[in-house]
Protein backbone atom coordinates (compact mmCIF):
# COMPACT_ATOMS: atom_id res chain seq x y z
CA UNK A 1 0.00 0.00 0.00
CA UNK A 2 1.28 3.87 -0.49
CA UNK A 3 0.38 5.18 2.75
CA UNK A 4 0.03 9.23 3.14
CA UNK A 5 0.83 10.13 6.93
CA UNK A 6 -0.48 13.86 7.94
CA UNK A 7 1.21 14.43 11.18
CA UNK A 8 2.21 18.10 12.36
CA UNK A 9 4.96 16.39 14.75
CA UNK A 10 7.21 14.00 14.04
CA UNK A 11 10.82 13.22 14.54
CA UNK A 12 13.58 14.75 15.90
CA UNK A 13 10.63 16.05 17.95
CA UNK A 14 11.41 14.07 21.69
CA UNK A 15 7.89 13.59 23.26
CA UNK A 16 4.29 13.17 22.15
CA UNK A 17 3.03 12.49 19.31
CA UNK A 18 6.02 12.49 17.76
CA UNK A 19 7.99 9.29 18.04
CA UNK A 20 4.41 7.19 18.09
CA UNK A 21 3.91 8.26 13.80
CA UNK A 22 7.89 8.08 13.62
CA UNK A 23 7.78 4.46 14.91
CA UNK A 24 4.53 3.73 12.89
CA UNK A 25 5.48 5.20 9.44
CA UNK A 26 8.45 3.43 9.96
CA UNK A 27 7.10 0.19 11.06
CA UNK A 28 5.07 0.06 8.24
CA UNK A 29 7.75 0.88 5.73
CA UNK A 30 10.16 -1.94 7.10
CA UNK A 31 6.91 -3.98 6.46
CA UNK A 32 7.07 -3.44 2.56
CA UNK A 33 4.62 -0.52 2.67
CA UNK A 34 5.92 3.18 0.87
CA UNK A 35 5.14 5.74 3.54
CA UNK A 36 5.23 9.15 3.29
CA UNK A 37 4.78 11.81 6.08
CA UNK A 38 3.68 15.42 5.49
CA UNK A 39 4.92 17.31 8.83
CA UNK A 40 6.08 20.82 10.05
CA UNK A 41 9.49 21.96 10.54
CA UNK A 42 10.63 20.43 13.84
CA UNK A 43 9.67 22.96 17.36
CA UNK A 44 8.37 21.27 19.41
CA UNK A 45 8.24 21.59 22.66
CA UNK A 46 10.31 24.16 22.73
CA UNK A 47 8.27 26.31 20.41
CA UNK A 48 11.19 27.30 18.14
CA UNK A 49 12.30 25.71 14.72
CA UNK A 50 15.33 23.68 15.05
CA UNK A 51 18.86 24.15 13.66
CA UNK A 52 19.10 23.01 10.64
CA UNK A 53 15.43 24.01 9.54
CA UNK A 54 15.32 27.59 9.45
CA UNK A 55 14.20 29.77 6.96
CA UNK A 56 12.71 27.20 4.75
CA UNK A 57 9.68 27.25 3.11
CA UNK A 58 9.89 22.85 2.07
CA UNK A 59 12.50 20.55 2.64
CA UNK A 60 12.11 16.68 2.02
CA UNK A 61 14.25 13.90 3.86
CA UNK A 62 14.24 10.10 4.03
CA UNK A 63 14.92 8.49 6.98
CA UNK A 64 14.76 4.35 7.58
CA UNK A 65 12.43 3.72 4.47
CA UNK A 66 9.83 6.99 4.89
CA UNK A 67 9.76 9.83 2.82
CA UNK A 68 9.42 13.10 4.74
CA UNK A 69 7.96 15.94 3.51
CA UNK A 70 8.51 19.25 5.73
CA UNK A 71 6.22 22.63 5.38
CA UNK A 72 6.86 25.85 7.03
CA UNK A 73 5.23 26.57 10.17
CA UNK A 74 4.51 29.61 11.84
CA UNK A 75 5.63 29.45 15.55
CA UNK A 76 6.06 31.38 18.62
CA UNK A 77 7.75 30.57 21.91
CA UNK A 78 4.48 31.24 23.93
CA UNK A 79 1.20 30.90 21.65
CA UNK A 80 -1.59 31.74 23.06
CA UNK A 81 -5.26 30.92 21.69
CA UNK A 82 -4.78 33.11 18.43
CA UNK A 83 -1.22 32.52 17.95
CA UNK A 84 -2.10 28.84 18.18
CA UNK A 85 -4.55 29.29 15.67
CA UNK A 86 -2.53 30.94 13.55
CA UNK A 87 0.39 27.81 13.53
CA UNK A 88 -2.11 25.90 12.77
CA UNK A 89 -3.68 27.27 10.13
CA UNK A 90 0.06 27.27 8.64
CA UNK A 91 0.73 24.03 8.67
CA UNK A 92 -2.69 24.24 7.26
CA UNK A 93 -2.22 26.08 4.32
CA UNK A 94 2.12 24.57 3.41
CA UNK A 95 1.09 20.99 4.20
CA UNK A 96 -1.75 21.17 1.39
CA UNK A 97 0.18 22.64 -1.09
CA UNK A 98 2.67 20.45 -0.46
CA UNK A 99 0.53 17.50 -0.36
CA UNK A 100 -0.88 18.08 -4.28
CA UNK A 101 2.58 16.52 -5.63
CA UNK A 102 3.60 13.36 -5.26
CA UNK A 103 2.36 9.48 -5.86
CA UNK A 104 -1.75 9.39 -5.08
CA UNK A 105 -2.09 7.47 -1.47
CA UNK A 106 -4.42 4.39 -0.93
CA UNK A 107 -5.09 5.97 2.50
CA UNK A 108 -4.51 8.99 4.08
CA UNK A 109 -4.10 8.73 8.00
CA UNK A 110 -3.72 11.91 9.75
CA UNK A 111 -3.21 12.64 13.60
CA UNK A 112 -4.89 14.98 16.09
CA UNK A 113 -4.45 17.41 17.57
CA UNK A 114 -4.16 19.51 15.70
CA UNK A 115 -8.16 19.37 14.91
CA UNK A 116 -7.81 21.69 11.78
CA UNK A 117 -5.45 19.03 9.84
CA UNK A 118 -8.70 17.72 9.38
CA UNK A 119 -9.67 20.07 6.67
CA UNK A 120 -6.48 19.30 3.93
CA UNK A 121 -6.62 16.01 4.78
CA UNK A 122 -10.60 15.48 4.08
CA UNK A 123 -9.56 17.58 0.51
CA UNK A 124 -6.57 15.48 -0.23
CA UNK A 125 -8.84 12.45 0.43
CA UNK A 126 -11.56 13.74 -1.86
CA UNK A 127 -9.13 14.59 -4.57
CA UNK A 128 -7.05 11.16 -4.96
CA UNK A 129 -10.59 9.20 -3.85
CA UNK A 130 -8.73 7.45 -1.15
CA UNK A 131 -10.02 6.48 2.37
CA UNK A 132 -8.83 9.01 5.40
CA UNK A 133 -8.62 7.67 8.78
CA UNK A 134 -8.48 9.77 12.15
CA UNK A 135 -6.38 9.25 14.21
CA UNK A 136 -7.29 10.44 17.68
CA UNK A 137 -4.43 11.20 20.29
CA UNK A 138 -6.38 14.06 22.34
CA UNK A 139 -10.18 14.73 22.19
CA UNK A 140 -10.60 18.73 21.29
CA UNK A 141 -12.39 21.05 22.69
CA UNK A 142 -13.11 18.92 26.08
CA UNK A 143 -9.18 18.67 27.16
CA UNK A 144 -8.77 22.19 26.39
CA UNK A 145 -12.11 23.74 27.94
CA UNK A 146 -11.56 21.40 30.72
CA UNK A 147 -8.20 22.43 31.92
CA UNK A 148 -8.48 26.05 31.17
CA UNK A 149 -6.82 26.31 27.88
CA UNK A 150 -9.81 27.67 26.15
CA UNK A 151 -12.33 29.91 27.95
CA UNK A 152 -13.76 31.95 24.75
CA UNK A 153 -17.36 30.85 24.15
CA UNK A 154 -16.70 31.67 20.43
CA UNK A 155 -13.69 30.01 20.21
CA UNK A 156 -15.04 26.85 21.72
CA UNK A 157 -17.97 27.04 19.13
CA UNK A 158 -15.50 26.73 16.61
CA UNK A 159 -13.45 23.74 17.86
CA UNK A 160 -16.62 22.14 18.42
CA UNK A 161 -17.99 22.53 14.84
CA UNK A 162 -14.25 21.71 13.68
CA UNK A 163 -14.32 18.78 15.81
CA UNK A 164 -18.07 17.97 14.45
CA UNK A 165 -16.28 18.31 10.87
CA UNK A 166 -13.17 15.73 11.23
CA UNK A 167 -15.65 13.13 12.72
CA UNK A 168 -18.15 13.19 10.46
CA UNK A 169 -15.41 13.41 7.25
CA UNK A 170 -13.16 11.14 8.67
CA UNK A 171 -13.90 7.19 6.77
CA UNK A 172 -12.47 6.00 9.97
CA UNK A 173 -11.82 7.23 13.62
CA UNK A 174 -8.60 5.01 15.51
CA UNK A 175 -8.67 5.78 19.27
CA UNK A 176 -6.36 5.37 21.74
CA UNK A 177 -8.27 4.53 24.81
CA UNK A 178 -11.81 2.97 25.65
CA UNK A 179 -13.16 6.41 27.61
CA UNK A 180 -12.66 7.57 24.09
CA UNK A 181 -14.76 5.50 22.19
CA UNK A 182 -17.57 6.52 25.10
CA UNK A 183 -17.01 10.32 24.10
CA UNK A 184 -17.10 9.63 20.53
CA UNK A 185 -20.45 7.84 20.62
CA UNK A 186 -22.07 10.02 22.90
CA UNK A 187 -21.04 12.47 19.99
CA UNK A 188 -23.29 10.32 17.77
CA UNK A 189 -20.37 9.05 15.68
CA UNK A 190 -21.16 5.60 14.58
CA UNK A 191 -19.66 2.54 16.69
CA UNK A 192 -18.80 0.83 13.77
CA UNK A 193 -16.91 3.53 12.45
CA UNK A 194 -14.65 3.63 15.57
CA UNK A 195 -11.22 1.22 16.37
CA UNK A 196 -10.00 1.25 19.60
CA UNK A 197 -5.90 0.84 18.88
CA UNK A 198 -3.79 1.76 21.64
CA UNK A 199 -1.09 3.52 21.60
CA UNK A 200 2.48 1.24 21.99
CA UNK A 201 5.71 1.29 23.32
CA UNK A 202 8.93 -0.11 21.48
CA UNK A 203 9.83 -3.24 24.07
CA UNK A 204 12.80 -3.56 22.61
CA UNK A 205 14.11 0.19 22.65
CA UNK A 206 12.57 0.69 26.17
CA UNK A 207 13.71 -1.79 28.48
CA UNK A 208 14.74 -3.04 31.82
CA UNK A 209 18.79 -2.22 31.62
CA UNK A 210 21.17 -1.96 34.73
CA UNK A 211 20.07 0.53 37.29
CA UNK A 212 23.51 1.90 37.64
CA UNK A 213 24.61 3.30 34.88
CA UNK A 214 26.53 5.96 33.57
CA UNK A 215 23.25 8.29 33.52
CA UNK A 216 23.65 8.21 37.42
CA UNK A 217 27.28 8.72 37.60
CA UNK A 218 27.39 11.53 35.14
CA UNK A 219 24.36 13.34 37.52
CA UNK A 220 25.71 11.92 41.10
CA UNK A 221 22.93 9.69 41.38
CA UNK A 222 24.84 6.60 42.59
CA UNK A 223 23.82 6.49 45.92
CA UNK A 224 19.96 7.68 45.70
CA UNK A 225 16.70 6.68 45.53
CA UNK A 226 15.71 8.20 42.20
CA UNK A 227 12.08 9.62 41.38
CA UNK A 228 11.84 10.48 37.83
CA UNK A 229 9.76 12.50 35.95
CA UNK A 230 10.27 13.05 32.14
CA UNK A 231 8.04 14.50 29.46
CA UNK A 232 6.00 18.09 29.22
CA UNK A 233 5.94 20.40 31.71
CA UNK A 234 2.90 22.15 31.31
CA UNK A 235 -0.69 23.43 32.56
CA UNK A 236 -1.79 19.63 32.62
CA UNK A 237 1.07 18.16 34.57
CA UNK A 238 1.28 20.73 37.61
CA UNK A 239 4.85 19.65 38.08
CA UNK A 240 4.32 22.12 40.93
CA UNK A 241 3.23 18.87 42.85
CA UNK A 242 6.53 17.08 42.68
CA UNK A 243 7.80 20.25 44.05
CA UNK A 244 5.75 20.94 47.05
CA UNK A 245 6.34 16.77 47.81
CA UNK A 246 10.04 17.61 48.03
CA UNK A 247 9.34 20.64 50.65
CA UNK A 248 7.37 17.96 52.62
CA UNK A 249 9.97 15.59 52.80
CA UNK A 250 12.49 18.81 53.56
CA UNK A 251 10.32 19.64 56.49
CA UNK A 252 9.28 15.90 57.46
CA UNK A 253 10.09 15.39 60.77
CA UNK A 254 12.39 12.78 60.92
CA UNK A 255 13.91 14.30 57.17
CA UNK A 256 17.17 12.88 58.22
CA UNK A 257 16.75 9.73 59.35
CA UNK A 258 14.99 9.17 56.27
CA UNK A 259 17.85 10.51 53.49
CA UNK A 260 20.21 8.72 55.86
CA UNK A 261 18.71 5.66 54.98
CA UNK A 262 17.03 6.17 51.63
CA UNK A 263 18.78 9.59 50.07
CA UNK A 264 15.26 10.39 48.28
CA UNK A 265 16.30 12.31 44.88
CA UNK A 266 13.38 13.89 42.78
CA UNK A 267 14.43 14.30 39.18
CA UNK A 268 12.55 16.22 36.81
CA UNK A 269 13.19 16.10 32.99
CA UNK A 270 11.90 18.55 30.62
CA UNK A 271 12.10 21.52 28.34
CA UNK A 272 14.77 24.14 29.18
CA UNK A 273 12.88 26.92 29.51
CA UNK A 274 9.65 25.36 31.26
CA UNK A 275 12.63 24.14 33.76
CA UNK A 276 13.20 27.18 34.46
CA UNK A 277 10.43 28.65 35.76
CA UNK A 278 10.53 25.30 37.88
CA UNK A 279 13.91 26.09 39.17
CA UNK A 280 12.69 29.86 40.32
CA UNK A 281 9.88 27.66 42.38
CA UNK A 282 12.41 25.06 43.62
CA UNK A 283 14.51 27.98 44.71
CA UNK A 284 11.34 29.76 46.78
CA UNK A 285 10.85 26.44 48.26
CA UNK A 286 13.94 25.91 49.13
CA UNK A 287 14.81 22.47 47.76
CA UNK A 288 17.17 22.41 45.17
CA UNK A 289 19.11 19.93 47.23
CA UNK A 290 16.07 17.36 47.05
CA UNK A 291 15.43 17.96 43.57
CA UNK A 292 17.84 17.81 39.87
CA UNK A 293 15.94 19.67 36.99
CA UNK A 294 17.40 17.75 33.72
CA UNK A 295 16.84 19.13 30.26
CA UNK A 296 15.84 16.65 27.48
CA UNK A 297 18.51 13.98 27.18
CA UNK A 298 19.09 12.47 22.93
CA UNK A 299 16.84 9.94 22.51
CA UNK A 300 19.00 7.26 22.10
CA UNK A 301 20.11 8.01 26.18
CA UNK A 302 15.96 7.22 26.78
CA UNK A 303 16.26 3.72 27.79
CA UNK A 304 19.41 4.59 30.23
CA UNK A 305 18.03 7.55 31.34
CA UNK A 306 14.51 5.49 32.83
CA UNK A 307 16.75 2.73 34.00
CA UNK A 308 18.53 5.01 36.28
CA UNK A 309 15.17 5.69 38.47
CA UNK A 310 14.15 3.62 40.86
CA UNK A 311 10.44 4.99 39.86
CA UNK A 312 9.01 6.68 37.30
CA UNK A 313 6.32 9.37 37.68
CA UNK A 314 3.08 10.22 35.97
CA UNK A 315 1.51 13.06 37.25
CA UNK A 316 -1.54 15.15 36.04
CA UNK A 317 -3.92 18.05 37.49
CA UNK A 318 -7.27 16.83 38.98
CA UNK A 319 -8.91 18.90 36.47
CA UNK A 320 -7.87 16.63 32.97
CA UNK A 321 -10.44 14.88 31.32
CA UNK A 322 -10.61 11.13 32.79
CA UNK A 323 -10.01 9.99 28.98
CA UNK A 324 -6.76 11.58 28.98
CA UNK A 325 -4.05 9.05 28.38
CA UNK A 326 -0.04 10.03 29.10
CA UNK A 327 2.07 8.52 25.82
CA UNK A 328 4.40 8.08 28.87
CA UNK A 329 2.63 5.28 30.50
CA UNK A 330 3.48 2.67 28.12
CA UNK A 331 7.03 3.54 28.54
CA UNK A 332 7.22 3.86 32.04
CA UNK A 333 5.92 0.18 31.90
CA UNK A 334 8.28 -1.23 29.58
CA UNK A 335 11.10 0.46 31.14
CA UNK A 336 10.86 -2.44 34.17
CA UNK A 337 10.80 0.29 36.90
CA UNK A 338 7.75 1.11 39.32
CA UNK A 339 5.63 3.76 39.05
CA UNK A 340 3.81 6.34 41.11
CA UNK A 341 0.58 7.85 39.41
CA UNK A 342 -0.20 10.93 40.54
CA UNK A 343 -3.70 11.49 38.33
CA UNK A 344 -7.60 11.35 38.27
CA UNK A 345 -8.54 7.81 40.36
CA UNK A 346 -11.36 7.56 37.00
CA UNK A 347 -9.20 8.49 34.71
CA UNK A 348 -7.32 6.00 31.65
CA UNK A 349 -4.01 6.66 33.23
CA UNK A 350 -5.03 5.59 36.64
CA UNK A 351 -6.53 2.07 35.03
CA UNK A 352 -3.67 1.50 33.42
CA UNK A 353 -1.15 1.56 36.02
CA UNK A 354 -3.78 -0.75 38.67
CA UNK A 355 -4.50 -3.37 35.81
CA UNK A 356 -0.51 -3.77 35.51
CA UNK A 357 -0.10 -4.37 38.56
CA UNK A 358 3.11 -2.20 38.17
CA UNK A 359 2.21 0.61 40.54
CA UNK A 360 0.74 2.60 43.00
CA UNK A 361 -1.87 5.69 42.00
CA UNK A 362 -2.51 8.53 44.42
CA UNK A 363 -4.51 11.18 44.92
CA UNK A 364 -3.49 14.12 42.35
CA UNK A 365 -2.34 17.54 43.04
CA UNK A 366 -1.72 16.00 46.31
CA UNK A 367 2.26 16.62 47.97
CA UNK A 368 1.18 13.87 50.85
CA UNK A 369 0.02 11.42 49.02
CA UNK A 370 2.87 11.16 47.02
CA UNK A 371 5.24 11.53 49.34
CA UNK A 372 3.50 8.65 51.27
CA UNK A 373 4.12 6.78 48.11
CA UNK A 374 7.87 7.28 47.79
CA UNK A 375 8.30 6.53 50.93
CA UNK A 376 6.65 3.34 51.04
CA UNK A 377 8.62 2.82 47.56
CA UNK A 378 11.60 3.28 49.14
CA UNK A 379 11.05 1.53 52.59
CA UNK A 380 10.29 -1.11 50.70
CA UNK A 381 12.93 -2.00 47.87
CA UNK A 382 11.39 -5.93 47.26
CA UNK A 383 7.87 -4.53 46.48
CA UNK A 384 9.26 -1.76 44.25
CA UNK A 385 11.44 -4.44 42.32
CA UNK A 386 8.46 -6.60 42.27
CA UNK A 387 5.99 -3.64 40.24
CA UNK A 388 8.65 -3.06 38.07
CA UNK A 389 8.53 -6.42 36.92
CA UNK A 390 4.58 -6.67 36.63
CA UNK A 391 4.17 -3.29 34.71
CA UNK A 392 6.97 -4.73 32.23
CA UNK A 393 5.22 -8.15 31.71
CA UNK A 394 1.95 -6.30 31.30
CA UNK A 395 3.21 -3.94 28.55
CA UNK A 396 4.72 -6.75 26.71
CA UNK A 397 1.42 -8.30 26.63
CA UNK A 398 -0.95 -5.18 26.04
CA UNK A 399 1.21 -2.22 24.75
CA UNK A 400 3.37 -4.64 22.24
CA UNK A 401 4.29 -2.22 18.88
CA UNK A 402 3.81 -5.13 16.40
CA UNK A 403 0.23 -5.36 17.59
CA UNK A 404 -0.37 -2.03 16.98
CA UNK A 405 1.14 -2.22 13.55
CA UNK A 406 -0.96 -5.94 12.80
CA UNK A 407 -3.97 -3.60 14.00
CA UNK A 408 -3.15 -0.84 11.43
CA UNK A 409 -2.59 -2.23 8.64
CA UNK A 410 -5.16 -4.62 9.31
CA UNK A 411 -7.78 -1.90 9.29
CA UNK A 412 -5.97 0.50 6.14
CA UNK A 413 -6.70 -2.86 4.25
CA UNK A 414 -10.20 -3.59 5.19
CA UNK A 415 -10.72 0.75 4.10
CA UNK A 416 -8.86 0.70 0.59
CA UNK A 417 -11.10 -3.17 -0.24
Known amino acids: MKILIYSYNYHPEPIGIAPLMTELAEGLAARGHEVRVLTGMPNYPQRRIYEGYRGKAYMTEHRNGVRVDRCYVWVRPKPGLVTRMALDGSFVFTSFARSLFGWRPDIILFASPPLPVSIPAWLLGKLKRCPVVLNLQDILPDAAVHTGLIRNEKAIKIFEKLENFAYKRATHVSVIAEGFVDNLIGKNVPENKISLIPNW ?32 IALTQGLE ?172 KKLCQ
Open 201 to 232: VNTNFIHPMAKHNSFREEHGLQNNFVVMYSGN
Open 241 to 412: TVVNTAALLKDHPDVDNIQRQNSIKFVIVGEEKALKKLEDYCRDRQVLDYVLLLPFQPRERLPEMLAAADVGLIVQKSNVVAFNMPSKTQVLLASGRAIIASVPGSGTAARAVRSSEGGLVVEPESPQALLDAVLTLAENRDRTTTLGKHGRAYAEKTYSFESALNAYEALF
